[in-house]
């Protein structure tokens, strides 16, 4: 049985824990592991959650039973308009993929988003990721392709997604 609880400072160690089990499987065919490591340490530092977290990001944790499997990342995109929100991280154990806990994590992003003011849930997707096919399958749509300098020479390259929420 899945449960979803919303995450807090307390849980600034929990969710690293879960992107560095994540991430591997994620990225691992599409980026280096060079890269994989900078990205984990320039998003899921510590103080890069911390300040996330500080800074307006909802974040989400999925449970099955009583074991966390995976989380989520989302806020309003400009914080003085609420109707458009971006979805900034979804992640699952690998040992959770194909059995619904994304989409039940993505659902509730999108009730928690909804109750907000949101009318559009955007994101950025790697344009080589296998989640891709996911989102489509959801309803999100591509509107761009983004290449994003991140820094030490590594990239980004993405697409830009967006899903219409309905009322």
């Not at 995109?77 to 900034?88: A, P, V, W």
């Not at 955007?122 to 989102?135: D, G, I, S, T």
């Amino acid at each position: 049985m899945h449960s979803i609880r919303r995450a807090g400072i307390d849980d600034v160690e929990l969710i690293r824990a879960l992107a560095h089990d994540t991430w591997p499987d994620a990225y691992g065919k599409i980026l280096t592991q060079q890269q994989i490591s900078y990205m984990l340490e320039l998003m899921y530092s510590s103080k890069a959650l911390t300040d996330q977290m500080l800074s307006g990001h909802n974040f989400i944790i999925v449970y099955e039973d009583e074991k966390p499997v995976g989380f989520a990342g989302f806020s309003p995109k400009n914080k003085n308009e609420r109707s458009l929100f971006r979805l900034h991280k979804l992640y699952v154990l690998p040992s959770q993929q194909g059995k619904g806990t994304g989409k039940l994590l993505l659902n509730e992003v999108i009730r928690l988003s909804q109750a907000s003011g949101a009318m559009a849930l955007e994101l950025n997707v790697n344009r080589h990721n296998k989640a891709l096919h996911f989102y489509k399958k959801i309803g999100f749509q591509i509107t761009r392709e983004e290449d994003i300098d991140i820094g030490e020479g590594y990239f980004m390259n993405d697409y830009v997604m967006l899903l219409e929420l309905r009322s």
